[in-house]
């Protein structure tokens, strides 16, 4: 079926190495999220999109964090000069209706190593 | 501050029998809740939702409990299959929000 894709599904990068994490969402969902979910612990809220727009970047840790998603679809995260605590899971999820009260369709998640 | 709080970090129940899963928040504003399932190296997947207008919401074998006042909510499962093993995310929002918050999950065990 077309759920929510992610890739990679892992990737090992170097100490102060960019990465960009795509999320392929479902064919016409409004909603798409991020989230960074650490060993033993919940997925914790990045960002979030409404279409092409971010309504909401709160969640983001720094500045070496950027999520975009320019044609309302497709969305990319860019982690710049990554560090060791970056490393987790990272979930992508998207609705078909607006806002965070509603069900989300998870993708299966980038798993990235900093070394 | 966790806003999301599951404090039980795992659960073992017999096949048939009854599963309850807890969870506690803080935030006043959050008026929607869902629970989630998931398996390892997926994503969670979307279970029962209940909004704070209601305070019971039940779908098969899955029961959502919602105690407003003492900002608590259960997940039942009856009767239990070993399928169901999984850890259950707990999750809350505000509506008109773009942000959920999660609990850290209780892993559930089925036995047969």
């Known amino acids: 079926g077309a759920g929510v894709s992610q890739s990679p599904r892992y990737k090992v990068a170097k100490r102060g190495q960019d990465v960009a994490l795509r999320c392929d969402p479902i064919s016409g969902h409004v909603s798409l999220f991020w989230y960074q979910q650490a060993l033993g612990q919940g997925p914790e809220f990045l960002t979030y999109?409404?279409?092409?727009?971010?309504?909401?970047k709160s969640g983001l840790p720094s500045d070496r964090f950027f999520a975009e998603r320019p044609e309302g679809s497709v969305s990319t995260l860019k982690i710049q000069r990554t560090q060791q605590e970056d490393s987790a899971v990272y979930l992508c999820a998207s609705s078909f209706r607006r806002g965070a009260s509603n069900e989300q369709f998870f993708g299966p998640g980038t798993r990235l190593t900093v070394l | 501050d966790q806003q999301v709080k599951q404090n039980s970090p795992s659960l073992s129940v017999q096949e048939g029998r009854i599963s309850i899963l807890n969870c506690d928040y803080t935030n006043s504003m959050f008026d929607y809740f869902l629970w989630y399932k998931k398996y390892p190296a997926e994503g969670p997947t979307f279970l029962i939702s209940?909004?704070?207008?209601?305070d019971k919401n039940e779908d098969g074998r899955f029961t959502v409990f919602l105690n407003k006042s003492a900002k608590h909510l259960s997940l039942h499962i009856v009767p239990s299959q070993p399928g169901d093993s999984a850890v259950y995310f707990c999750?809350?929002?505000?509506?008109?929000?773009?942000?959920?918050?999660f609990g850290d999950g209780t892993t559930l065990t089925v036995k047969p």
């Open positions: 999109f409404q279409n092409e727009a971010q309504l909401d």
């Open positions: 209940i909004s704070s207008i209601k």
């Open positions: 999750a809350a929002s505000a509506t008109n929000a773009g942000k959920s918050t």
